[in-house]
């Protein structure tokens, strides 16, 4: 077994690589919580703990009432010991280019040493110093609008050029935009924090963002590989992906969520909640127009965010990255009658003297790019200051 990603890579290990392999076993126990896993640990090495939940040993008191108040916990533990040998959970680690990272260690992220619910172990894919930047958590609903989606993409892709890590759940919807731009900025490493083991990427769709999100910065969990993204183990991800961040975006949410359990986690800990407000009438929005109700601060740009970070870079001309692509000749002169208001195909054709096709075609693929969008036949631009009167003269 390599010791190499046993011990984090350029770190001061506190556990030798036998204690780390039965830290990782211990995590990968069925039903096995961040406060179980704490407890087992109270006073005892891993390997010791282990003995404990596999039965070798006899429990002590903690565990013993434990197994008292849950009696499927003793049953389940001693069989799933079986099924996850330390040396067989090391191999997994190893086979995935997964770190075993613990509390002391030199890459145990600062941000979680003093948190009240410190996680015990942490599981990292890449390099977890890109958490010594700046970082933002960006987070939102799984079933987003077509602008929220861009408006994500967007924060992502210029916090990244702005040197900010952009930090998210890899989730469908606004965690994967987020992310997408991140990517595409080029700029400061991506960092995800998911709910299950680096071996099953999930939702199964993002398989490849999760590489490239591994390969550019870091995928960080609290269970090992082979653990499955069960409900419960959301939850428990988003206090960390708070405790990450030193302010945490919700770009759209519903009025129930992960994003809003994220930006609970947030405010428990005083880290400050920016909202982008939405309609009042878009399901979408419930969740963040609520969040500005009750005192989060409203985010209409990223400026908004660098200027809360001290990193207003709006005097030094800084570049703007846009993840989308490039519009054709027929693209430009379209949105170029699109800036300032919403237009029909019928307007647009009639301006540039184009038959109805012509016009069509390149809104169509304008839409597609994410330059525009269409809402009842009228097609504005999804730059902010696009969000005009609709004026079919």
């Not at 903690?62 to 499927?72: D, H, K, Q, T, V």
């Not at 009240?116 to 172990?121: G, L, S, Y």
């Not at 942490?122 to 799984?142: E, K, N, P, W, Y």
């Not at 570049?319 to 430009?332: N, Y």
């Amino acid at each position: 077994m390599s010791v190499l990603r046993l011990f984090p890579e350029a770190a001061t290990p506190v556990l030798d690589p036998h204690e780390r392999a039965h830290l990782a076993a211990l995590a990968s126990l069925d039903l096995m919580t961040t406060s179980r896993l704490v407890a087992l640990q109270a006073g005892r090495s891993p390997s010791e703990a282990f003995a404990i939940a596999s039965g070798e040993q006899q429990p002590t008191e903690p565990i013993a009432a434990l197994f008292a108040r849950n009696a499927e916990l003793r049953s389940r533990w001693r069989s799933s010991a079986k099924r996850n040998q330390p040396q067989e959970v090391g191999a997994r680690c190893e086979e995935h280019g997964v770190s075993v990272v613990a509390p002391g260690d030199e890459l145990y992220p600062p941000q979680l040493d003093g948190d009240p619910r410190r996680p015990a172990v942490l599981f990292v894919q890449g390099d977890a110093s890109v958490l010594d930047a700046r970082r933002v958590g960006i987070v939102g609903t799984r079933n987003p609008t077509r602008r929220g989606a861009l408006t994500a993409e967007r924060f992502g892709a210029e916090l990244a050029a702005a040197g900010v890590v952009v930090v998210s759940g890899l989730a469908l919807g606004i965690d994967g935009a987020a992310h997408r731009g991140a990517l595409a900025a080029s700029a400061a490493p991506p960092v995800a924090v998911v709910a299950n083991g680096q071996d099953r990427p999930y939702p199964k769709r993002h398989a490849g963002l999760w590489a490239e999100v591994a390969e550019a910065g870091a995928v960080i969990s609290e269970w090992p590989p082979g653990v499955a993204p069960e409900p419960f183990r959301f939850p428990q991800r988003n206090r960390i992906l708070a405790a990450l961040s030193e302010l945490v975006l919700v770009v759209e949410s519903r009025e129930r969520g992960g994003s809003l359990i994220t930006a609970r986690e947030a405010g428990e800990r005083g880290i400050d909640v920016f909202a982008v407000p939405g309609p009042i009438d878009q399901r979408s929005s419930v969740g963040t127009n609520r969040l500005l109700a009750d005192g989060a601060a409203p985010a209409p740009d990223v400026e908004t965010l660098l200027v809360a970070l001290g990193l207003d870079h709006r005097r030094a001309g800084r570049h703007r990255v846009d993840a989308r692509a490039q519009p054709d000749t027929d693209g430009v002169l379209a949105l170029s009658l699109l800036h300032d208001r919403a237009q029909s195909i019928e307007t647009v054709a009639r301006q540039l003297g184009w038959e109805l096709g012509r016009a069509a075609r390149a809104l169509v693929v304008l839409e597609r790019d994410g330059w525009l969008v269409e809402v009842g036949g009228w097609y504005e631009s999804t730059d902010p200051i696009g969000a005009g009167s609709r004026c079919d003269s």
